[in-house]
Nanobody
Framework: QEKLVESGGGLVQNGDSLRLSCVAS??????????MGWFRRAAPGAEHEFLG??????IYADSVKGRFTISRDNAKNTVYLQMTGLKPEDTAVYYC???????????WGQGTQVTVSS
């Protein structure tokens, strides 16, 4: 059974950096063949905001371009989200996602909370 587990969230201060990790397991095809994405949701019921993805290309949302970096280690089945210059408005639950050969991300982790204090 496919599983994505995020870690690395926590409480940080304005301007701090934080790195989130996401480990994948149980996928049918090699991890390297999946496009991995990061989303966040600022509050329950709010929409999930796309942050970026890494696969055959690397794409970032304008809201985080230049501050957030996505990378992956296929040998470890892990994708990372390096966040710098964090702001209170970055406070959200951050989700790791995966897709393969389809337009929408269909695998989601449980999320990890990031809180940025002012």
């Amino acid at each position: 059974q496919e599983k994505l587990v995020e870690s690395g969230g926590g409480l940080v201060q304005n301007g701090d950096s934080l790195r989130l990790s996401c480990v994948a397991s149980g996928f049918t095809f090699p991890f390297s063949s999946y496009t991995m994405g990061w989303f966040r949701r600022a509050a329950p019921g709010a929409e999930h905001e796309f942050l970026g993805q890494i696969g055959s290309d690397l794409i970032y949302a304008d809201s985080v371009k230049g501050r957030f970096t996505i990378s992956r280690d296929n040998a470890k089945n892990t994708v990372y989200l390096q966040m710098t210059g964090l702001k209170p408005e970055d406070t959200a639950v951050y989700y790791c996602t995966a897709k393969r050969g389809r337009p929408n991300f269909n695998f989601w982790g449980q999320g990890t909370q990031v809180t940025v204090s002012s």
